[in-house]
């Protein structure tokens, strides 16, 4: 799921599409292991926990990039 699609298109059932850990790496163009850093210093999107399993809605992933973004210095 590219991020620059809908945010909000929902699955057969109305929910939210949902990145996993690869996906959600792959978009922001940093290593997995950087996503879990992020997680444990608790500096990344928010996500879901299924058992052992993460999940990021793509709207929460779509906010935390908004929140980063460096301002234009001038």
Do not use: C
Not at 16 to 32: D, T
Not at 46 to 58: E, I, N, Q, S, Y
């Amino acid at each position: 799921m590219n991020l620059d699609d809908d945010v909000t298109a929902r699955d057969e059932w109305g929910l939210e599409h949902l990145m996993n850990v690869r996906e959600v790496a792959e978009h922001l163009r940093v290593p997995v292991s950087t996503v879990y850093d992020w997680r444990t210093r608790g500096l990344g999107p928010p996500a879901h926990r299924f058992g052992k399993h993460l999940a990021f809605a793509v709207s929460d992933v779509q906010l935390w990039i908004e929140e980063h973004r460096d301002p234009i210095r001038r």
